[in-house]
């Protein structure tokens, strides 16, 4: 499975991004995609995910009612609609993959990675 995270950019505080992740096919240990996100000098953190099948979502705290993730199950797409930035969401976001969504929110269970996009938001 690879996985193509885009989407990420420059923005200011108060704005919004929308990062995309398209999945090249969907196997039994990526029953749920996510996102993680790491800020220089910190470790990886787990932001939120989603299950294909039942759309069940999850979050962190800190992003909780800013960010919002949905799928696209006809295109293998998974999004992260990003509102109300803060300079601390500053990071490296990562598409993930896992065998489900308990599993995805630690990075040790991650089955599959996609590359990073940058999210910088100035203040």
């Known amino acids: 499975v ?6 990420g950019g420059l923005v200011q505080a108060g704005g919004s991004l929308r990062l995309s992740c398209a999945a090249s096919r969907l196997t039994t240990d ?7 996100r790491q800020a220089p000098g910190k470790e990886r953190e787990f932001v939120s995910s ?5 759309g069940r979502t999850y ?12 799928r696209d199950g006809a295109k ?3 999004y992260l609609q ?3 930035l803060k300079p601390e969401d500053t990071a490296l976001y990562y598409c993930a993959a896992a065998t489900d969504t308990i599993s ?7 089955a599959y990675w996609g590359q990073g996009t940058q999210v ?3 203040s």
């Open 120 to 122: 910088t938001v100035s």
């Open 30 to 36: 990526s029953n749920a995609m996510g996102w993680f």
């Open 76 to 78: 293998n797409m998974v």
């Open 82 to 84: 990003m509102s109300s």
């Open 104 to 110: 995805l929110r630690n990075y040790r269970n991650i």
């Open 2 to 7: 690879q996985l193509q995270a885009s989407g």
């Open 59 to 70: 979050y962190a705290d800190s992003v909780k009612g800013r960010f919002t993730v949905s």
């Open 50 to 54: 989603i299950s294909w099948r039942e």
